[in-house]
């Protein structure tokens, strides 16, 4: 018979006689007591047990926060494969980058498409371990240099003649070096009129400073093209015995854009929000000093971005940047206003109007980015390791390697392999993402990435029924990189005229390049243009795509 509380009470009366109730009446209390504590230490256990998975998700997610915050600062900016493959279509060569070879606008789509097919067949000049005998490009100017005997004959005094020569080609450079322009203007003694005549002095933008075209359109140049700040100038300046401050090519820059260059930045907005088919849109962070309070604060440049290459369409490359304080919806609606066209860009809240009937931007048709919806998976996978996320990955992979396939081509062609080969996929994918929806917690990582595809599903899928659509918009996302590798080198803007400044020779410069314009030179002859106080009503010939051919990169 098992021993029980009660047995044994009653084994005690027994053998104890009169004290037994009192013996009784301790082991019972005792016994209470036993039960409270036990029952504390359960409940303090239960506390302890639950705290600890609080603890150990709170680390899990510090954990993946600090994963991506390095990966961020430290890593690279694709989207990889969970394989750990890189990608073709990576942030870098995603299926809307346009054909290398076109780099300059052809104006004619059946030439470039042809001139890809051309360039994809062509041998490379070199093998991939980097060796073999380079090809220099034909405009490279070539110095013969003799390296012989005066006399060329033989050294040894015989007097044996040159019968051959060996070559060996080296690149060297000539270093940018300041020089000094004096022009000298005579007065002339007329005999006639009996007075004295003076030359017309050459026309230039700001005729009381000591900037030159030339100098300014290098200025320019360095800094939001090859994203020099104007401390690091000053500083060449002075490697050279010049002394001339990092304010006033501060100035003269912020003069230059907002006064002289600011009608051709107009005439391109203008082209771009009244002739496009099809545009791309985000925004980037820019820090501006705040006067007085030792700090910044942190406003946004947005841009508006036409690059109709990947569809063969016949309309030049041209992006506009604009710096505004907020990234507050009515700033995308000033930006928009008036454009009838798709404009594609990613899912922020600001971004949520676009085609919405009385507003300003009604006119809109809204297209979302399927690189921010892989990038969901991608980063669930890198700090998860969930299978479904890596399948979800998998079939976004595959609309990407049918895109490949008609990179360039006209939009009718790129509709009708969509449909046949992309919109299956299509299905499969929302089919898979429905499936496994309740697979996972309602509120972790994987089943908001799933959330964020089946809201977005129609914006995500229009591109199937749309040739001019691409699969994302990594076109305007590369726009940025010189922007926020200057804005690495350069920490924080000092002002709003120098924002606007930013904006306008950014513009300039990044259109400059998507239409293979070499920016320096263009510069200059557009301020030599306006110095010679060409018409307004002719300023569409300074336009970056109606560049003089000695332009153009070769």
Same mark, same amino acid.
């Given at each position: 018979?098992?021993?029980? /509380?009660?047995?044994?009470?009653?084994?005690?009366?027994?053998?104890?006689?009169?004290?037994?109730?009192?013996?009784?009446?301790?082991?019972?209390?005792?016994?209470?007591? %036993?039960?409270?504590?036990?029952?504390?230490?359960?409940?303090?256990?239960?506390?302890?047990?639950?705290?600890?998975?609080?603890?150990?998700?709170? /680390?899990?997610?510090?954990?993946?926060?600090?994963?991506?915050?390095?990966?961020?600062?430290?890593?690279?900016?694709?989207? *990889?494969?969970?394989?750990?493959?890189?990608?073709? *279509?990576?942030?870098?060569?995603?299926?809307?980058?346009?054909?290398?070879?076109?780099?300059?606008?052809?104006?004619?789509?059946?030439?470039?498409?042809?001139?890809?097919?051309?360039?994809?067949?062509? $041998?490379?000049?070199?093998?991939?371990?980097?060796?073999?005998?380079?090809?220099?490009?034909?405009?490279?100017?070539?110095?013969?240099?003799?390296?012989?005997?005066?006399?060329?004959?033989?050294?040894?005094?015989?007097?044996? $003649?040159?019968?051959?020569?060996?070559?060996?080609?080296?690149?060297?450079?000539?270093?940018?070096?300041?020089?000094?322009?004096?022009?000298?203007?005579?007065?002339?003694?007329?005999?006639?009129?009996? %007075?004295?005549?003076?030359?017309?002095?050459?026309?230039?933008?700001?005729?009381?400073? %000591?900037?030159? *075209?030339?100098?300014?359109?290098?200025? /320019?140049?360095?800094?939001?093209?090859?994203?020099?700040?104007?401390?690091?100038?000053?500083?060449?300046?002075?490697?050279?015995?010049?002394?001339?401050?990092?304010?006033?090519?501060?100035?003269?820059?912020?003069?230059?854009?907002?006064?002289?260059?600011?009608?051709?930045?107009?005439?391109?907005?203008?082209?771009?929000?009244?002739?496009?088919?099809?545009?791309?849109?985000?925004?980037?962070?820019?820090?501006?000093?705040?006067?007085?309070?030792?700090?910044?604060?942190?406003?946004?440049?947005?841009?508006?971005?036409?690059?109709? &290459?990947?569809?063969?369409?016949?309309?030049?490359?041209?992006?506009?940047?604009?710096?505004?304080?907020?990234?507050?919806?009515?700033?995308?609606?000033?930006?928009?206003?008036?454009? &009838?066209?798709?404009?594609?860009?990613?899912?922020?809240?600001?971004?949520?109007?676009?085609?919405? $009937?009385?507003?300003?931007?009604?006119?809109?048709?809204?297209?979302?980015?399927?690189?921010?919806?892989?990038?969901?998976?991608?980063?669930?996978?890198?700090?998860?390791?969930?299978?479904?996320?890596?399948?979800?990955?998998?079939?976004?992979?595959?609309? +990407?390697? @049918?895109?490949?396939?008609?990179?360039?081509?006209?939009?009718?062609?790129?509709?009708?392999?969509?449909?046949?080969? !992309?919109?299956?996929?299509?299905?499969?994918?929302?089919?898979?993402?429905?499936?496994?929806?309740?697979?996972?917690? !309602?509120?972790?990582?994987?089943?908001?990435? /799933?959330?964020?595809?089946?809201?977005?599903?129609?914006?995500?899928?229009?591109?199937?029924?749309?040739?001019?659509?691409?699969?994302?918009?990594?076109?305007?996302?590369?726009?940025?990189?010189?922007?926020?590798?200057?804005?690495?080198?350069?920490?924080?803007?000092?002002?709003?005229?120098?924002?606007?400044?930013?904006?306008?020779?950014?513009?300039?410069?990044?259109?400059?390049?998507?239409?293979?314009?070499?920016? @320096?030179? +263009?510069?200059?002859?557009?301020?030599?243009?306006?110095?010679?106080?060409?018409?307004?009503?002719?300023?569409?010939?300074?336009?970056?795509?109606?560049?003089?051919? @000695?332009?153009?990169?070769?």
């Amino acid at each position: 018979m098992p021993d029980t /509380i009660e047995q044994l009470k009653n084994d005690i009366l027994v053998s104890s006689g009169l004290q037994g109730p009192g013996l009784v009446q301790r082991l019972h209390v005792l016994w209470n007591e %036993v039960i409270s504590e036990n029952e504390t230490l359960r409940e303090e256990g239960m506390k302890a047990n639950m705290l600890n998975r609080l603890m150990k998700a709170e /680390i899990r997610r510090l954990k993946r926060q600090i994963a991506k915050l390095n990966k961020q600062a430290f890593g690279s900016s694709a989207d *990889h494969h969970p394989d750990k493959i890189k990608a073709s *279509h990576s942030k870098d060569t995603s299926e809307d980058t346009p054909p290398k070879e076109n780099a300059a606008f052809s104006g004619k789509a059946a030439e470039s498409t042809a001139a890809g097919q051309k360039n994809a067949d062509r $041998p490379k000049p070199r093998n991939t371990n980097g060796r073999g005998k380079r090809v220099w490009p034909d405009h490279i100017e070539r110095r013969e240099i003799y390296m012989g005997t005066e006399d060329k004959k033989c050294p040894c005094g015989c007097g044996g $003649p040159i019968i051959d020569m060996e070559k060996n080609e080296t690149l060297e450079v000539i270093p940018a070096r300041y020089y000094l322009a004096v022009r000298l203007y005579p007065k002339y003694g007329c005999r006639m009129k009996g %007075v004295i005549k003076g030359t017309k002095f050459a026309p230039r933008i700001f005729p009381k400073t %000591v900037m030159s *075209h030339g100098l300014m359109a290098n200025a /320019i140049t360095m800094r939001f093209g090859w994203q020099l700040p104007w401390y690091r100038q000053e500083n060449i300046f002075l490697s050279q015995g010049v002394n001339l401050n990092r304010s006033s090519l501060m100035r003269w820059s912020n003069r230059l854009a907002n006064e002289a260059l600011l009608s051709i930045y107009e005439l391109m907005e203008q082209e771009l929000k009244t002739n496009s088919e099809r545009l791309f849109m985000d925004e980037t962070t820019l820090p501006i000093q705040q006067p007085g309070k030792g700090k910044t604060k942190t406003s946004y440049l947005y841009a508006l971005l036409r690059d109709d &290459r990947s569809f063969a369409g016949n309309k030049p490359p041209v992006v506009i940047y604009y710096p505004r304080d907020t990234r507050a919806m009515h700033n995308i609606h000033d930006i928009l206003d008036g454009v &009838r066209a798709i404009v594609q860009t990613d899912s922020y809240a600001g971004y949520g109007q676009l085609g919405r $009937p009385a507003t300003p931007v009604e006119h809109i048709t809204p297209v979302k980015c399927w690189a921010h919806a892989r990038r969901n998976f991608t980063d669930e996978y890198e700090f998860n390791k969930t299978h479904d996320a890596k399948r979800v990955i998998q079939i976004i992979e595959e609309l +990407y390697d @049918e895109e490949k396939k008609i990179r360039g081509r006209p939009p009718l062609i790129r509709e009708a392999h969509r449909r046949e080969f !992309s919109a299956p996929i299509l299905d499969r994918l929302k089919a898979f993402l429905i499936e496994h929806s309740d697979h996972h917690l !309602s509120k972790s990582k994987m089943t908001q990435a /799933i959330r964020y595809i089946l809201r977005q599903w129609e914006y995500l899928t229009a591109f199937v029924n749309d040739g001019r659509i691409d699969l994302d918009t990594n076109a305007v996302e590369r726009m940025f990189k010189p922007t926020i590798l200057l804005r690495k080198n350069v920490l924080f803007l000092g002002s709003e005229e120098g924002a606007a400044a930013w904006g306008i020779h950014s513009s300039i410069i990044e259109t400059c390049k998507l239409n293979g314009v070499n920016a @320096e030179p +263009y510069l200059k002859w557009v301020f030599d243009q306006i110095a010679a106080k060409l018409p307004r009503s002719q300023y569409e010939k300074l336009l970056p795509w109606n560049a003089p051919v @000695e332009f153009m990169i070769k």
